[in-house]
């Protein structure tokens, strides 16, 4: 049996100013850095002892597994890090007002773009303000990868192989994996996970800085979950 940890990085400075993010690399805010503290003190309570830990290429995810893993005194533990596990990719609406989108275009299409399983956000132009088409962490990629919007169905199809090449195989030997990652990319994870309906996919919300504590079998399915408060 093991154990997986899924954790959302702490707030970001756009978290806190209401702007959609998504590849955008944006810090945590002064909250963000204390809610990964805190989830640093949370796991060291647990006494959750890891042997691997994965995140993506974002700058507050990284942030706050550091600080997870400090807090935790277990600063030693093998990281890996994969733009796979990215946030979903928002398309033209990154760096806009959330509350000013529901403004242009309704609550309803905006709560559609933001939690739907399988509609996508208006595509960006990779000359955009937001673009990240030329950022050079991604200049390995294939550019058919390098997305341009994602929906949520799109970002768990990019999750998947390295759920499959790296993530799965450390939890089938038994190792204790914890993954700090974002919003929408833990929400593909928790859908394939527990088995969420495309349908049920847009209650489901993830809290910043908040460690979900999975306990799998040896056929990885879920055996406990536990929110750590
Ligand atoms: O802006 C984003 O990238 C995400 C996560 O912060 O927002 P949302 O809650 O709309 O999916």
Known sequence: MSKLVLLRHGQSQWNLENLFTGWWDVDLSEKGIEEAKNAGKLLKQAGIQFDQAYTSVLTRAIRTLHFALE?????WV??????RLNERHYGDLQGQNK??????????QVHIW???YDVLPPLQPTDAKYSIAHDRRYADLDPKQVPQGENLKICLERVMPF???????DLLKGKNVIIAAHGNSLRALTKYLENISDEDILDLEIAT???IVYDLDQDLKVTHKELLK
């Open 209 to 211: 800085g908040q460690p």
């Open 99 to 108: 509350q000013e989108a529901a403004e242009k275009w309704g609550d309803e």
């Open 78 to 83: 093998p990281e890996t890090k994969s733009w």
């Open 71 to 75: 807090g935790s005194e277990q600063v």
């Open 114 to 116: 933001r939690r739907s």
């Open 163 to 169: 759920w499959e090449d790296h993530i799965a195989p």
